[in-house]
Every structure is written in C-alpha cells, then in structure tokens.
C-alpha cells in the first residue's frame, strides 16, 4: 500500500476528538496517510541532559530537578505561581503563566523532569516557556542522577497550528504508525533501495517521526528525499515521452559536447531552402549554430520518417524534438530557429515563431522577412492587435497551408488560430514557462494518426543560461543545446563603473559615439519621477531625464523616448525609426531589455544601475556590441550602493560571459530562487528541496531513466 492510500479519516484514531480534528484540517491532514506524511521540520537533540548551569539562552535545559516551594505573585486573576527549583548544579524558577493546576500536578517536594529555555531576570534564571513532569512525588535528587528522563531521546519538531500540541500530534502518530505502518509499501524498486543503499518506506515512515539517534534521521530523510525525486522525475519522463515519442538525454550537456561539425561535413545534410539561406548570408555560421542546426535536422527528419512508416498497429507517440536552446545574447539563435524552420517547410509543413512582447514579435518578423525575401516562403505576422478583415484573410490563408511561418505573441496560440500542418513551435525568451503550459502549446498542433498521434517540435529559445538543477526539473522533460560560440568578429562590451556625479564624463564619452555616426541607449529604473519610499530617494525616471537631457545636453542629436506605458504600435514605430537611424539617441526603461537588436548601437548609459539585477543588466548590456564595432556600457552607480549591489557591478565590469554572470546571479540571489520558480510552476515536493538536493536529484534522474527504458 502506498501512503498515500491510507485514507481513513484521522478521527478514527483514538484521541482525535473533534477539536484536534479540526486543527489537524488547518494543516491539511485529513487521513491517516496525511499524518503520517506530515513530517517533523526539524529534531530537538534531547538525547543528553543539560543541567542548569550549563545554560545559554536559546539552548533547552533538560533536567531532573526537586521542587523547593511554591511562590505567587499578582493580585486575583492575575495571580501567577512560580514554582522554585533545584538540580544538582544550581536553581532558578518556573514561571507558570495561566497554569496554576501545575500546583497540583509539581507538589512541594517532588522530583521532576523539566526541559524548557531559561533567562536571567531579576536576578535568578527563570523560564515561562517550560515542560515538567512529576517523576516521584518525593526522594532525593541524587537517586536519579543516571535515570532516563521522560521525553528524551530525539524530539521530532512539527510545524503546528493552534488547538495542537506537540504532545498531542505524537500521540496520535504513534497509534497512526502501531496500526498501519506494517502495511506501507516502498514505491522505489527493491534493485534501487538496495543499490542507493535506502531504507524501506516502513522503516523510514517510522524512523522519520520516531528516531532513535540522530543516524536514524539521516537515514529517513535521504529515504524519503530520494523517492520524492525519483517519482518527480518519473512523471517528468512519462510527460516527455508522450509528447517526444521517446525520453529526453541523461546527459543534459550532451550537445555541449565537443561534438563539432564542419559546413564541409555537413552541406549536404542542408535541404534545400536551408542551402538557398545558407548561400545568401554574409557571414558563415558559427560552429555551435551548425551542431545545432545539425542536430535538429537529424531530429525533424526522424520524426518524419516515423510517420512515413507507419502501420495500423503503431501506438508508441510518435518522434518529435523537444529541445531548449541556450546561447548568450547575440549568439544568434534566431537564426538557428530559422534553419529548423526551413527543414520543416522543406518536408511541407509550418512553423510558428512565438515572443513575450509585440516588440519582439516584430522584430523577428521584420528579420525573418528579410532573410527569407528571396527563398520564396510566405511570412506573416500575428498578434492581438491585427483585427477583423485582415485577422480573417491571414486566418484562412493559415488553414490553407498559403502561410509558411507565421510569427507573433501568445496569439498565435489562439483558438482560433488553425494551422494545416504545424510542425515547429519556436518559443523565444520564454524559458520560464511551466512544464504544463508548453503541454498546452503543444497540444495545438497534434496531429492524430491512426492509433497514435505526433506532437509538433518544440524550440524554446533562452538567452538567460538553465543551472544544473532547472535542467532536471522544470526542463527535465527537454534535451538542451547551448550555443557558446559568438559570431566572429564580435568584440566584448567594455564596461565602465561611473559613481553618481560624475555623469558627465559617460554623456561626453557618448556624444563621441554618436559622432561616429553609432546610436545609443539610455535606460532607467522607472517611466515616470516618484519617491522611494524606503530610501526617502527618487528613483530617476526615463521621461523626466528625456526632457532634460534631450533640451541641453544633448539637444544637437535626435531623442526619443520609450517605455511600456506608451502605446504598442507606437513603441514599435520608435524601435524602427532608432534601427534606420532616425534617431540616435533613445531614452527607455527596461522594455529594452530583451530581444532589441540594432547593431549600429554600440553605447549604454544606465542609469542607478544597482536598482537593476544581475542577470537583467547583463540582458540590458547585451543590446550593444551586436554589430563590428566596439561597444559600450556606462553603469552609473548611486552613493549609497549596497555590498550585494558593488558585487554585482563589479562582475559586470569582470566578465561579458552570460554562464559565469548567471551562476553568480544565483549565488548572490540564493537558492531560494531556484526553489521558488519550479515549486510556483508544477509541483509541491514535502520534504526534498531540488537545490539543496541536487547530487540526489541526479542519481533519481539517472534510475528513473533506466527503469522507464527497461
Ligand atoms: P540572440 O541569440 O540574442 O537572439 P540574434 O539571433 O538576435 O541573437 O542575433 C544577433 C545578431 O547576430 C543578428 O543581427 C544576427 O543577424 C547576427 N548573427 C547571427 N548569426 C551570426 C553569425 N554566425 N555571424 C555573424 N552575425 C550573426
Ligand atoms: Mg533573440
């Protein structure tokens, strides 16, 4: 029997009445099976006692000690019993707020257990947060030197609520495991137990809420632990299967391997508007945009040749890529997208460009047009701002096969929206979508055959790099490509560290550039002048710096300014007119961030730069430098930057590499984060924590992979 099966009500527990019933509801357990995978948050080591001098605050004394006399303080109900006592090594007093019964139950005289934390007040060590109970109502101290207190041993710490006590939730867990432990069963195979050298479920149940010594808990958590990985990873794996028609790799680096291909090698592996794409391009590809391209083409054929031998009595899905692509700003992934594109077309079929903002969508129109003018392929664009006769005309024309790549935002997902034959989704900067929303998109373009069905191939595009971990869990159903090679020619962004004040000297070095003829950014951390509340300081805004700047300092060159509040369509008109040159100077916030690619920009001023976050400057800073000439960035600090917020300049100052900033990223963010964007997206684990867990991670990775192979 699993746990979770166990679903008789915890009121059938004697000693479950139905006050306890009702707090254990506020902690979400309402069966057996729940309480029993309510697990302790943490141990309290009461294993040895700890007499009263050997105290510190915060420290729990655990003692046997004789009650000397009863004392009272307060007037009525006030009235507050303090009970005094001593060990052998000293004494203090019990304060015992709204427990007068202890009177009774803590007789004059007796000895007892008590364990509590203790202060000094008034002169004596006192403690108002204490457990006592009577061992004998009389007797000398010295006869219990060497017993064995009540409550020693490992205490299991529960997150409670009101209306339950420690005492209360023990008990019951310990009738809970008299009656049912015997039957739980293990949902990891006996060959992995014995290999990861695990205990049974039965044993770790029980040793999770009752240990003997600390060992026992170790050896319950990494029990438990590793089946709560290995069963995610199996669902995870189950979920790649049906959509890819077979498990994604182990070794998630795979094709950063030195696995590198030669155009040479390769020219004849193009298909035939690949080749045409490929002859018109000024420049060649780099090695990595080839593996990569090579490796989907090899992907795509075989999901096509799948579907070519199909019989009646096929059922497996059938083969499609899945695949994340990592690379760096302005490694050009575009373009590889592109390629995949082509093959797809080539075999008959279309493909979809998906982006996060209309901006983006255009612009990977406009460069996608561009490349594929003379190939012959239709292009569209799409998003929720093409209306009525013109949504209709392209709607049909979609349906029709007429369209060969359609690009937009999340519209092209829309119901809508029927495609004839889609075969690639191409999804860019939106690597943090959840394993259950890429089902979604992918959904939308199965195709039923038969018995079986195929799902279209899957591209997600990211230019912020996946650590380790988000590789196994909230990609773990995705193969990924790392593009680490940059195009040639590309020079590193130099980065200058400018303190508040001396501005000056970055708007100088700026008006230069734009003597040359280049272009340049502006950025700043807000649209519009407000105070910041929590630093008593304004937040330097885009619009007001607009207006100063663009009438006196820098009022011979054209400006303009853009920010999410501004209209789309209109936003969209600026960006073409600063990437034909009409203006050369723009003021934004953020909403340049991603995507933005003009290479005739080769400055960056940023402004209040330690209001921003690592990873997002590095994106910001990738918008120059895209083109043959040297680029730029000014990272304007203010007075009071924090120590995290040096750090972070500092390694933008160091280094232009987007996997070293990442990983830097994380650590000054902390493992929180990680944690924090898996656990919103598809799943609640109890007791692991895919971080802190990571070397379990990848052993229940590499088992659940060989037993859905076997
Ligand atoms: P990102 O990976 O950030 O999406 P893009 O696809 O926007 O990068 O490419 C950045 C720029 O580099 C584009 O202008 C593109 O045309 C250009 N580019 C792409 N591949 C190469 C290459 N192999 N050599 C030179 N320039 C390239
Ligand atoms: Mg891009």
Not at 74 to 84: C, W
């Amino acid at each position: 029997m699993k746990i979770a099966d166990i679903k008789n009500p915890v009121s059938t527990l004697s000693g479950a009445g139905p006050a306890t019933v009702k707090a254990l509801s506020n902690l979400n357990i309402f069966t057996i099976g729940d309480l029993l995978s309510f697990y302790p948050r943490d141990y309290e080591d009461r294993s040895h006692r700890v007499s009263l001098n050997q105290f510190e605050l915060s420290k729990k004394i655990h003692t046997a000690a004789k009650v000397i006399s009863h004392e009272y303080f307060g007037y009525g109900k006030m009235k507050t019993l303090k009970i005094i006592i001593r060990d052998e090594t000293g004494s203090a007093s019990l304060i015992a707020f709204n427990r007068s019964f202890l009177e009774k139950s803590l007789p004059v005289g007796s000895i007892i257990s008590v364990t509590g934390t203790f202060a000094v007040k008034y002169n004596e060590l006192q403690s108002s947060s204490f457990e006592a109970v009577m061992i004998s109502p009389d007797g000398n101290l010295e006869d219990y030197k060497n017993t064995i207190l009540p409550d020693s041993g490992i205490i299991p710490v529960y997150h409670l609520t009101a209306g339950i006590t420690r005492k209360i939730l023990t008990k019951l867990i310990s009738s809970a495991l008299k009656q049912y432990v015997i039957g739980i069963d293990s949902e990891v195979p006996e060959d992995i137990i014995k290999k990861r050298a695990l205990l049974s479920k039965k044993d770790a149940i029980k040793k999770i809420h009752q240990p003997e010594n600390l060992q026992d808990v170790t050896e319950a958590r990494k029990t438990l632990i590793y089946e709560e990985l290995y069963l995610f990873e199996k669902t995870m794996l189950k979920r790649a299967y049906t959509h890819k028609g077979a498990l994604p790799g182990i070794d998630f680096k795979e094709d950063a391997k030195d696995e590198r291909y030669e155009i040479s090698d390769t020219q004849n592996d193009f298909s035939p508007k690949q080749a045409a794409l490929l002859e018109t391009l000024p420049f060649s590809l780099t090695k990595d945009q080839l593996a990569v391209i090579c490796k989907m083409n090899e992907e795509i054929d075989r999901g096509y040749k799948e579907r070519a031998s199909l019989t009646q009595e096929s059922t497996a899905p059938l083969f499609t890529m899945q695949r994340l692509l990592q690379g760096d700003v302005g490694s050009g992934k575009t373009l590889v997208a592109l390629f995949a594109s082509l093959r797809v077309i080539d075999w008959g079929g279309q493909a979809v460009f998906m982006a996060p903002t209309e901006i983006l969508a255009r612009q990977h129109a406009e460069n996608i047009a561009q490349y594929t003018e003379k190939l012959g392929i239709r292009v569209a664009f799409l998003t929720g701002n093409v209306k009525a006769a013109g949504r209709k005309t392209l709607l049909k024309a979609l349906k029709e096969g007429e369209i060969n790549i359609l690009i937009g935002t999340h519209a092209v997902f829309s119901r809508d929206v029927v495609y004839k034959d889609l075969q690639l989704a191409v999804i860019d900067e939106q690597h943090r979508f959840g394993v259950l929303q890429r089902q979604a998109i992918i959904e939308k373009g199965k195709q039923l055959f038969n018995n079986t069905y195929a799902c279209p191939h899957l591209l997600m595009m990211s230019a912020t790099p996946i650590p380790q971990t988000l590789a196994l869990t909230v990609f773990g159903d995705l193969d990924i490509s790392t593009i680490k090679t940059m195009p040639k020619g590309r020079k590193p962004v130099i980065t200058y560290l400018v303190s508040e004040g001396h501005e000056q000297n970055a708007y100088n070095a700026v008006r230069q550039e734009l003597d040359k003829g280049h272009q340049a950014y502006f950025v700043y951390p807000a649209i519009e002048e407000s105070e910041d509340d929590s630093e008593n300081e304004s937040i330097k805004s885009a619009e007001r710096a607009f207006t100063e700047l663009s009438k006196n300092y820098f009022s011979n060159y054209k400006c303009a300014l853009i920010h999410s509040k501004i209209e789309e369509e209109q936003q969209s008109r600026i960006l073409d007119d600063f990437r034909y040159g009409k203006i050369q100077l723009l003021f934004a916030t953020t909403v340049v961030e991603v995507g933005v690619d003009v290479p005739n920009a080769t400055c960056m001023v940023i402004e209040q730069a330690d209001r921003f976050g690592l990873s997002q400057l590095h994106q910001l800073r990738g918008r120059v430098g895209r083109g043959s000439s040297q680029g730029y960035c000014f990272l304007i600090y203010r007075k009071n930057i924090t120590e995290n917020g040096i750090e972070r300049i500092k390694v933008l100052k160091e280094t232009t590499d987007g996997f070293v900033i990442a990983e830097k990223d994380l650590k000054l963010r902390g493992p929180g984060e990680i944690t924090g964007t898996i656990q919103s997206g598809d799943l609640q684990l109890e007791i692991a924590d895919f971080s802190r867990d990571h070397e379990i991670l990848l052993l229940a990775r590499e088992d659940a992979l060989k037993s859905f192979s076997n």
